[in-house]
């Protein structure tokens, strides 16, 4: 593998070169690359990320979440860095991971013995073979029950983790694919089948599947809820199939590469992504673009006019941008403000973009108003991600974030805060927008889902003393505010 000991320098309008491709590293453009400099090529050949890039510079910069890169100079030192807190070396790929008992098959190389037969018909037609119908090309994959479900894709009862399991841990690819060929987005844009297949297995396996929470479970069970709005009569009736095909990639890939830890966890230990991204929606940004890196990489859209390539890229952003749970308020008032005046047209291009943009808000914290056999496992596997944030803090002697105590807080605690300031406040607005029965069944269940956690917040607080329960209320509030990623956001 051929690897370059300096950083390129890569104007925006070339083309990325195939062998930095090939490693499957992070690029990343950046305005900083005196503070960054050149990353150790070794590490380099190891590196199993997405591509991230900053379009306001010309500067390549190698980076990946999935494995701790302490980026040096190029006379060998760490460059000096800013903070009361020294850059601590967490290894991402590890974080939630957990022990594998002796002798057991990891579960990653069972889902690749299961995934034999797809290689096979993916390489037939990379080789040319004869085949019926390319369209058809991941049906003989589907078991019976699996495609059976895919029947119901739009039902609001859809179980992803069911899913999840009879499609051997491929729900993201197996449902993205399946939606995209069911509004006839492939065929209408002319997409080469092999390329979208290879772009989804590159989403779905830059997803931290380790993540007790932001993992590519999570992020089919946002393409499914985006598919249940985008049914929604207001919106089916003006939507284009260009703003269909952007909603859809935009859920598939809107927490791609999450490390498992909330923005502020990034910025006070100085992550080298929270210097990049100038303390700014600093996930987001790097979601957005390390999905831009795998739509070039796979050159998904290598077949369109480059300037309608870069629309999509931008207009993908801005919608990964919006799931930013710091930029809650502004886009919920902005949302009241258009239904109070009634002044959201759907026949404008930029409502319609922001009306995406609000719906995929939803999907994106849509947990709570699941039925409660979902949404508990999902408030479960969310506490767990922000108590082990929170443990990793308290053994490096940090501040702990809001939600991440796990001796301050109970799942029922985080829940009814999260709820009660900040998806309560989103839903009624969109019920208000979309006046359907989906809307209706969405406020049922979170209104039953708080009664049932509130039921069971006496039980959890019984053993501690009463005082304790008014300061960890008091704070609710403003730590569903502080969220960041770290929350059931992104």
């Not at 990653?108 to 034999?116: A, G, K, N, V, Y």
């Not at 930013?324 to 005046?341: K, M, V």
């Not at 049922?444 to 329960?469: D, Q, T």
Request: with cysteine; hydrophobic share 35%.
């Amino acid at each position: 593998m051929e690897l370059c000991y300096q950083l390129p320098v890569l104007p925006l309008d070339r083309p990325v070169p195939k062998h930095v491709l090939s490693r499957r590293g992070a690029i990343s453009f950046s305005s900083s690359s005196s503070l960054f400099g050149a990353p150790d090529p070794r590490q380099l050949s190891q590196r199993r990320g997405a591509i991230s890039y900053d379009s306001s510079d010309q500067t390549a910069l190698y980076i990946r979440m999935l494995g701790d890169v302490r980026v040096r100079s190029q006379v060998g030192f760490e460059p000096e860095r800013r903070g009361s807190h020294p850059y601590l070396g967490v290894d991402f790929r590890t974080l939630h991971s957990r022990a594998e008992s002796a002798g057991s098959i990891p579960a990653r190389r069972i889902r690749r013995l299961f995934s034999f037969q797809r290689h096979l018909l993916s390489s037939r037609l990379l080789r040319g073979a004869p085949h019926l119908n390319t369209l058809h090309i991941l049906d003989e994959d589907y078991c019976g029950q699996a495609k059976c479900m895919l029947e119901k894709v739009g039902s609001w009862n859809f179980d992803i983790f069911l899913f999840d399991r009879l499609t051997n841990g491929n729900s993201l690819v197996f449902l993205t694919f399946h939606l995209l060929n069911q509004y006839g987005l492939i065929e209408l844009f002319q997409l080469d089948m092999v390329k979208v297949r290879r772009f989804l297995v590159l989403v779905q396996e830059d997803y931290h599947n380790q993540n007790p929470y932001h993992n590519a479970v999570h992020a089919a069970d946002v393409t499914q809820a985006m598919h249940c709005y985008l049914r929604e009569p207001k919106l089916a009736q003006s939507l284009t199939s260009f703003d269909i095909l952007l909603g859809l990639l935009a859920a598939a890939t809107h927490d791609l590469d999450h490390p498992g830890v909330n923005q502020p966890f990034l910025i006070k230990t100085n992550h080298y992504l929270a210097a990049l991204y100038r303390n700014t929606s600093v996930l987001e940004n790097h979601h957005w673009r390390s999905a831009v890196g795998l739509l070039r990489e796979t050159d998904l859209f290598s077949h369109l006019p480059a300037e309608d390539s870069l629309g999509i890229e931008r207009q993908l952003g801005s919608l990964i941008l919006a799931t930013d749970i710091s930029r809650q308020n502004e886009y919920l008032s902005r949302f009241r403000t258009h239904l109070d005046e009634n002044s959201l047209c759907l026949g404008q291009s930029s409502h319609r973009h922001f009306s995406l943009q609000m719906a995929l808000k939803c999907a994106d914290i849509c947990n709570p108003c699941r039925p409660w056999e979902l949404s508990k496992q999902w408030s479960e596997k969310v506490t767990e991600e922000f108590f082990h944030q929170g443990d990793i803090e308290k053994k490096h002697k940090l501040e702990i974030s809001p939600l991440c105590d796990s001796e301050a807080n109970t799942i029922a605690s985080v829940q009814i805060g999260f709820m009660t300031y900040v998806v309560e406040p989103l839903f009624a607005e969109w019920a208000r927008f979309s006046d359907t029965r989906l809307s209706q069944t969405m406020l049922g269940h979170l209104g039953l889902n708080k009664a049932s956690w509130s039921a069971m917040e006496p039980e959890a607080s019984g053993s501690s003393e009463e005082g304790e329960s008014e300061p960890t209320r008091a704070t609710e509030e403003p730590s569903s505010r502080a969220l960041s990623q770290g929350s059931q956001e992104s």
